[in-house]
T-cell receptor, first 116, second 113 residues
Framework: NAGVTQTPKFQVLKTGQSMTLQCAQD?????MYWYRQDPGMGLRLIYY???????DKGEVPNGYNVSRLNKREFSLRLESAAPSQTSVYFC????FGQGGEYNEQFFGPGTRLTVL | QKEVEQDPGPLSVPEGAIVSLNCTYS??????FMWYRQYSRKGPELLMY????GNKEDGRFTAQVDKSSKYISLFIRDSQPSDSATYLC?????????????FGTGTRLLVSP
């Protein structure tokens, strides 16, 4: 199992450009998440998908859109990139679970995005 | 005020020291308390989790939860240079169904040989 994969690993954009960050998981998880991580701010939730076919805003959704393409894939789109969106972006997934053992949230390796 | 507070550090210790990492939180409804470890330029990985109050031990690592004080701790015994990483605390309301995690900002730990 590859776990959670993200592409690209690195990206440099100019202000106003658009791009899509891709995320896929092979663990048959129901829920998927997009976070951004900035120095001193920790992990902040941008959008999440509780299950296939649903998406909801997190703590910092402005300037982003998401698509839950199928159960495996959850993409994050920046329509018009701004320097404030320079960050490291992490995708994560988690199974629903039925109680018992803790259901861990698994993270991808991250995408380092710089907006000039 | 943030829902979860964590000192960002960095915390620098010599090899072999006992390390104490801490978080405080405000929501008394949290039931699950996690510690994630994040190496430089990597994604976070779950280190330990604790349900409700009490202690949990795993090798050199001990997690403690004091719900009455809304305070959680991670202790690392006999710290090693390989423990150098950022440690993030996280909390959730439950385990079944869909859950969101609330993270602390992370504490950067440096263990020198």
């Amino acid at each position: 199992n590859a776990g959670v994969t993200q592409t690209p690993k690195f990206q440099v954009l100019k202000t106003g450009q658009s791009m899509t960050l891709q995320c896929a998981q092979d663990m048959n998880h129901n829920s998927m998440y997009w976070y951004r991580q900035d120095p001193g701010m920790g992990l902040r939730l941008i959008y999440y998908s509780a299950s296939e076919g649903t998406t909801d805003k997190g703590e910092v959704p402005n300037g982003y859109n998401v698509s839950r393409l199928n159960k495996r894939e959850f993409s994050l789109r920046l329509e018009s990139a701004a320097p404030s969106q320079t960050s490291v972006y992490f995708c994560a997934s988690r199974g629903f679970g039925q109680g018992g053992e803790y259901n861990e949230q698994f993270f991808g390796p991250g995408t380092r995005l710089t907006v000039l | 005020q943030k829902e979860v507070e964590q000192d960002p550090g960095p915390l620098s210790v010599p090899e072999g020291a006992i390390v104490s990492l801490n978080c405080t939180y405000s929501n008394s409804a949290f039931q699950y308390f996690m510690w994630y470890r994040q190496y430089s330029r990597k994604g976070p990985e779950l280190l330990m989790y604790t349900y409700s109050s009490g202690n949990k031990e795993d090798g050199r690592f001990t997690a403690q939860v004091d719900k009455s004080s809304k305070y959680i701790s991670l202790f690392i015994r006999d710290s090693q240079p390989s423990d150098s990483a950022t440690y993030l605390c996280a909390m959730s309301l439950g385990n079944t169904g869909f859950q969101k995690l609330v993270f602390g900002t992370g504490t950067r730990l440096l263990v020198s040989p």
